[in-house]
């Protein structure tokens, strides 16, 4: 069964350093999703993209957060710099039928 | 503005009896209600979905129920199995953009 592909699953930065993140949805999917998670709470969307185009990206952290998609395919998610407050798991998804989402293992970022 | 509420952070239950999880939600646009199992340092899975035109949905020993007057949807695991001790989120679509909205999550512990 075709799967979301994230990495790296660990990652340990220190504060002020810059991290980025891969992602590699299900070949097909056209709508692509970053969420992070802090424990204890839910996944919180931070961008969506349709294609290569960013659709919300509302809850971004612009000053310090980028998502590109360049050609529609794979994406990439940075950090810069990282902060303390950054420490979380950053999922990615891709949509398929019937409104489901599938989601990678994920990266379980650590900002010391 | 939690939109999605999950107001049990865990659950223990015995195996072989029944697990109710429960999910209430304030925005009467959400169309689309998916529940997800989590297990530690991995991405959610899709367990099973339900509609806004529908009440009920059943897949195995995982039923849906959908109260919409009430705002409510309800997970029943019968019977429970330890496999299933894992962190289960309840997740709704708005009709515009796709994205899903989810609660902070309900711990099951299902002991042998």
């Known amino acids: 069964e075709a799967e979301v592909a994230q990495s790296p699953r660990y990652k340990i930065t220190e504060k002020s350093q810059a991290v980025a993140f891969w992602c590699d949805p299900i070949?097909?999917?056209?709508?692509l999703y970053w969420y992070r998670q802090i424990l204890g709470q839910g996944p919180e969307l931070l961008v969506q993209f349709q294609d290569e185009s960013v659709v919300d990206d509302s809850q971004l952290p612009k000053d310090r957060f980028s998502a590109e998609r360049l050609k529609g395919v794979d994406s990439t998610l940075k950090i810069q710099p990282a902060e303390l407050g950054d420490s979380a798991m950053y999922l990615c998804a891709s949509r398929g039928p019937e409104e489901k989402l599938f989601f990678g293992s994920g990266t379980q970022l650590s900002v010391l | 503005d939690q939109q999605v509420k999950q107001n049990s952070p865990s659950l223990s239950v015995q195996e072989g009896r029944i697990s109710i999880l429960n999910c209430d939600y304030t925005n009467s646009m959400f169309d689309y209600f998916l529940w997800y199992k989590k297990y530690p340092a991995e991405g959610p899975t899709f367990l099973i979905s339900i509609s806004s035109i529908k009440d009920k949905n059943e897949d195995g020993r995982f039923t849906v129920f959908l109260n919409k007057s009430a705002k409510h949807l309800s997970l029943h695991i019968v019977p429970s199995q330890p496999g299933d001790s894992a962190v289960y989120f309840c997740a709704a679509k708005g009709n515009q953009g796709g994205k899903l909205i989810f609660g902070q999550g309900t711990e099951l512990s299902v002991k042998p």
């Open positions: 070949s097909g999917h056209a709508t």
